[in-house]
């Protein structure tokens, strides 16, 4: 079963700042026959389901915006917002879809410091 | 788009079952898989597995063989996920989410349906 450690667990960003949240499987979620990383990454504000945010490792959802992107091939994967915004306070979770089964980091609380 | 509208909030005892439904609109489901996932309060998540139409296929995953069963009625467009033998560790809200061969990712997801399992 394949491991996914995401880092930090919680993270304090200033409005405007850019934050980052590391996602590390425990072995590669990357297909060379096709050449795409099988990783997602998912937003969750309380009381709701997650949101897609990033397919493919980098793909952005339609309707998300450019403020975030994705990064990373392999075994390590980033989400990065450019410039922090109020409502991005929420809980951030990278998945993996390579094999079965598929599997969550454990989260990462973003707050504004 | 695809719209998900899960069943409402359960209470029940230990050592008893629930079922779990999820009405799905606007796609044809043999194209689709539906997963399910949960969420212990305060907690991450964590994948119970998937269904297909195609071949009525099902895959669970290994924590939860044996006492899930995930199952399709395709004249009300439902899908259900009854679990069994509850006890307080599987106190959670449980979400539906669509997935397909070419889109793997799960999205989009259901309201979410909170049991609650307490003597």
């Known amino acids: 079963d394949i491991v996914m450690t995401q880092s930090p667990d919680s993270l304090a960003v200033s409005l405007g700042e850019r934050a980052t949240i590391n996602c590390k499987s425990s072995q590669s979620v990357f297909y060379s026959s096709n050449n795409r990383n099988y990783l997602a990454w998912y937003q969750q504000k309380p009381g709701q389901p997650p949101k897609l945010l990033i397919y493919?490792?980098?793909t952005r959802e339609s309707g998300v915006p450019d403020r975030f992107s994705g990064s990373g091939s392999g075994t390590d994967f980033t989400l990065t917002i450019s410039s922090l915004q109020a409502e991005d306070v929420a809980v951030y979770y990278c998945q993996q879809y390579y094999s079965i089964p598929y599997s969550f980091g454990q989260g990462t609380k973003l707050e504004i410091k | 788009q695809v719209q998900l509208v899960q069943s409402g909030p359960e209470v029940k005892k230990p050592g008893a079952s629930v079922k779990v439904s999820c009405k799905y609109s606007?796609?044809?489901?043999?194209?689709?898989?539906i997963t399910w996932v949960r969420q212990a309060p305060g907690e991450g998540l964590e994948w119970m597995g998937w269904i297909s139409a195609y071949r009525d296929n099902t895959h669970y995953a290994q924590k939860f063989q044996g006492r899930v069963t995930m199952t399709t009625d395709t004249s009300t467009s439902t899908v259900y996920m009854e679990l069994r033998s509850l006890t307080s560790d599987d106190t959670a809200v449980y979400y539906c989410?669509?997935?397909?061969?070419?889109?793997?990712?799960?999205?989009?997801w259901g309201q979410g349906t909170l049991v609650t399992v307490s003597s």
């Open positions: 493919w490792a980098s």
């Open positions: 989410a669509t997935t397909t061969m070419t889109t793997p990712w799960f999205d989009p």
């Open positions: 606007n796609y044809t489901f043999p194209s689709y898989a």
